[in-house]
């Protein structure tokens, strides 16, 4: 279900024709890139956190880490994941599959600066078997509504 919501909603941005579907498993950054043929770096990893009981997003390069310090200057809260057993209710997609391509509509989405290294990333579509290759600027089409944020170690 949450593949078909992805791909759903990219069909209406023009841009399904980017989805790959491998047969390997994508569900960890360094699965998807051996699966996807690219470095995991280029992985575009989504995370899931509550800010309050509010539900965000937050697409890294697939190397990054949230920097505490960042987090809370930007946010202005501790940083706190989603519990597992509660991330597809929140979001709309399940740990594994988490991409902000037809998630849940109070669901905000943020990419962070440490993306904007790459030419092309590969952020998942919903489920453990796909992903979507996306320029930057094509990643910016696709996600509903963002902010760019810088909330990541220096690599």
């Not at 740990?95 to 440490?114: E, N, R, T």
Request: glycine share 6%; hydrophobic share 40%; aromatic share 6%.
């Amino acid at each position: 279900m949450s593949y078909a919501k992805a791909e759903a909603y990219l069909k209406s941005k023009g841009l399904d024709s980017h989805i790959i579907v491998p047969e390997a498993s994508t569900a960890t950054v360094e699965l998807a890139a051996e699966a996807l043929g690219t470095e995991p770096a280029a992985i575009a990893k989504t995370l899931s956190f509550l800010i309050g009981d509010e539900a965000i997003l937050i697409l890294t390069d697939g190397d990054a880490r949230i920097d505490n310090h960042k987090y809370k200057e930007a946010f202005h809260t501790k940083a706190k994941m989603i519990p597992r057993e509660e991330v597809e209710e929140r979001i709309g997609h399940a740990p594994g599959g988490v991409c902000p391509f037809g998630i849940k509509d109070h669901v905000k989405v943020y990419l962070d600066a440490s993306l904007k290294k790459h030419e092309v990333v590969y952020p998942a579509a919903g489920d453990d078997h796909s992903g979507v290759k996306l320029t930057i600027p094509e990643l910016e089409q696709a996600v509903p509504s963002f902010t760019w944020v810088d909330v990541c170690k220096a690599s």
